[in-house]
């Protein structure tokens, strides 16, 4: 089993910064693929970025391409996904999984784990 656990999400006003963290432990998971997704409210959850753990490839969804990235820590076993340049309609929570299958994907119903999510609120 894995455990993943988000943080860093707050209120941010639009143009800012902020770095999301997603804190991995549990079985082995080097070979894993993992993911950030986000649901804005009254929507369906979205693929944002994934990465291969081991290798360090990684892709980024095209609507936010050019202002998110994706990264790793394997000492300290952690995700993060930097945003910059917020825009409102960014506000979501944000989700970190995981995916056994060490194949990046875009689709959520290929990820087995999830964490519980961090706001992101992008005001005006």
């Known amino acids: 089993q894995v455990q993943l656990v988000e943080s860093g999400g707050g209120l941010v006003q639009a143009g800012g910064s902020v770095r999301l963290s997603c804190a991995v432990s549990?079985?082995?998971?080097?070979?894993?693929?993992m993911a950030w997704f986000r649901q804005a409210p009254g929507k369906e959850r979205e693929f944002v970025a994934a990465?291969?753990?081991?290798?360090?490839?990684?892709y980024i969804t095209n609507s936010v391409k050019d202002r998110f990235a994706i990264s790793r820590d394997n000492v300290k076993n952690t995700m993060y996904l930097q945003m910059n340049s917020l825009k409102l309609e960014d506000t979501a929570v944000y989700y970190c999984?995981?995916?056994?299958?060490?194949?990046?994907?875009?689709?959520?119903?290929?990820?087995?784990?999830w964490g519980q999510g961090t706001q992101v609120t992008v005001s005006s």
């Open positions: 990465i291969r753990w081991s290798a360090g490839a990684a």
């Open positions: 549990g079985e082995t998971f080097g070979r894993y693929t």
């Open positions: 999984a995981a995916d056994s299958g060490g194949l990046l994907s875009g689709r959520a119903g290929d990820y087995e784990y």
